[in-house]
């Protein structure tokens, strides 16, 4: 189990705690991410969605067998759902938008705490 998945597990708030974190799931929804796999895959693309069971479904995803900054070779998924229990790490970057090439981006990992709710949102 991932630090991630543990922290979302684990998360037991207020009110106020819980609509933050709401919130800032919801301020990640279109912005680009970096996701790592289990089997050392990394996937780069736009998150359109999430769910209780910690899946992610990204969107305009491209696959690399490695680091996505060493300039390597990559396939292009398009849509992609990747299982929650596959999820090694999360990177996302706050700051470009979802149409940029995100395959150059800069990111920043987080630490914040994700939501287990019985709601999809997507």
Not at 16 to 23: G, L
Not at 82 to 100: F, L
């Amino acid at each position: 189990m991932t630090d991630i998945q543990h922290e979302i597990q684990t998360f037991e708030g207020t009110d106020v705690q819980i609509e933050q974190a709401r919130k800032k799931l919801y301020d990640w929804l279109n912005k680009p991410m970096r996701v790592s796999i289990a089997d050392g895959r990394v996937l780069v693309g736009v998150l359109l969605c999430t769910d209780r069971d910690q899946n992610l479904i990204l969107g305009n995803c491209n696959e690399y067998i490695g680091s996505p900054s060493e300039q390597e070779e990559f396939r292009v998924l398009g849509l992609a759902l990747i299982p929650g229990q596959h999820i090694k790490s999360i990177y996302i970057d706050e700051n470009t938008s979802s149409t940029s090439n995100h395959s150059n981006i800069s990111i920043t990992k987080i630490n914040d705490h994700m939501l287990d709710d019985d709601k999809s949102d997507c």
